[in-house]
T-cell receptor, first 118, second 107 residues
Framework: GAVVSQHPSWVICKSGTSVKIECRSLDFQATTMFWYRQFPKQSLMLMATSNEGSKATYEQGVEKDKFLINHASLTLSTLTVTSAHPEDSSFYIC??????????????FGEGSRLTVL | GQQLNQSPQSMFIQEGEDVSMNCTSSSIFNTWLWYKQEPGEGPVLLIALYKAGELTSNGRLTAQFGITRKDSFLNISASIPSDVGIYFCAGQEGLTFGTGTRLTIIP
């Protein structure tokens, strides 16, 4: 299957700082990537759709100024959590589709990034 | 976003037993996907379903896309210890996830 990699795997930061998480598709090009958030023992909740070369589309209730998404190339999307607070602590996961054009719809997920804000 | 209702929420079974879980939605989906997630990792795709009524197998796993397009089930036969994890269904091409089924296997 296709490979999607996230970095860092885990990060601890102080309240008020900003944290950047990278999502890369290693062996395919992804015009669209997706960012999810997962709290302990809960399901994945879609935060936003990251589109290469254009603005991200955010789900209802997700603050776009808080969670900045940049999709600068066909293999890289970044999520920046700005002015992080303890309530932003969560597991952030990205995904990308290898072949959405044909409608196969298979998403491949990164390993996830665990953010802990002190 | 919308969540899919998945049941059961958790299962405690003995090694060798078969497992069955299902997922329902109030909306019609054109794609149903089943993922497994282990602690601290991202979900891994197990089976993808694209047609109503489709029955697909992947080793000991079998999944079906409901005729109404509003439900799907996943079966695991002859469970083994490495089957432990959380299983999620997903619709809308992976953009809407189920609530998850946590599988625990008793040796």
């Amino acid at each position: 299957g296709a490979v999607v990699s996230q970095h860092p795997s885990w990060v601890i930061c102080k309240s008020g700082t900003s944290v950047k998480i990278e999502c890369r598709s290693l062996d395919f090009q992804a015009t669209t990537m997706f960012w999810y958030r997962q709290f302990p023992k809960q399901s994945l909740m879609l935060m936003a759709t990251s589109n290469e070369g254009s603005k991200a589309t955010y789900e209802q209730g997700v603050e776009k100024d808080k969670f900045l998404i940049n999709h600068a190339s066909l293999t890289l999307s970044t999520l920046t959590v700005t002015s992080a607070h303890p309530e932003d602590s969560s597991f952030y996961i990205c995904s990308a589709s290898r072949d959405r054009v044909s409608g196969t719809g298979e998403l491949f997920f990164g390993e996830g990034s665990r953010l802990t804000v002190l | 976003g919308q969540q899919l209702n998945q049941s059961p929420q958790s299962m405690f079974i003995q090694e060798g037993e078969d497992v069955s879980m299902n997922c329902t939605s109030s909306s019609i989906f054109n794609t149903w996907l089943w993922y497994k997630q282990e602690p601290g990792e991202g979900p891994v795709l197990l089976i993808a379903l694209y047609k109503a009524g489709e029955l697909t197998s992947n080793g000991r796993l079998t999944a079906q896309f409901g005729i109404t397009r509003k439900d799907s089930f996943l079966n695991i036969s002859a469970s083994i210890p490495s089957d432990v994890g959380i299983y999620f269904c997903a619709g809308q091409e992976g953009l809407t996830f189920g609530t998850g089924t946590r599988l625990t296997i008793i040796p």
